[in-house]
Nanobody, 123 residues
Framework: VQLQASGGGLVQTGGSLRLSCAASGRTFTTYNMGWFRQAPGKEREFVSAITWTSGSTLYSESVKGRFTISRDNAKNTVYLQMNSLKPDDTAVYYC?????????????????WGQGTQVTVSS
């Protein structure tokens, strides 16, 4: 079971990035997928999640209206489009997979985690 996150980088305030998370090694057709982030000295926090079946989405209040999560079931890939980035968005971003029926905003619901990708937003 592997999750490979990519797409991070350095961007100026107001810029955009798109993160990708490719899943392999197991069929995730019934799993929900989430993005979390962790800034230096802070706890890991929920960013967004999407169900594999209905495509229902969740967002934290801090990113709502700026970030969009989507998925391509055929490619077993989840995306996080990040627009209007702010310095406060600077963090390592992790993708994760959770079995169904677990709360998607809680990190402990997720059984598989990617390695993280760094996002840095300069002011």
């Amino acid at each position: 079971v592997q999750l490979q996150a990519s797409g991070g980088g350095l961007v100026q305030t107001g810029g955009s990035l798109r993160l990708s998370c490719a899943a392999s090694g197991r069929t995730f057709t019934t799993y929900n997928m989430g993005w979390f982030r962790q800034a230096p000295g802070k706890e890991r926090e929920f960013v967004s999640a999407i169900t594999w079946t209905s495509g229902s989405t969740l967002y934290s209040e801090s990113v709502k209206g700026r970030f969009t999560i989507s998925r391509d079931n055929a490619k077993n890939t989840v995306y996080l489009q990040m627009n209007s980035l702010k310095p406060d968005d600077t963090a390592v971003y992790y993708c994760a997979a959770a079995p169904p029926l677990r709360p998607m905003t809680v990190a402990r619901s997720y059984s598989d985690w990617g390695q993280g990708t760094q996002v840095t937003v300069s002011s």
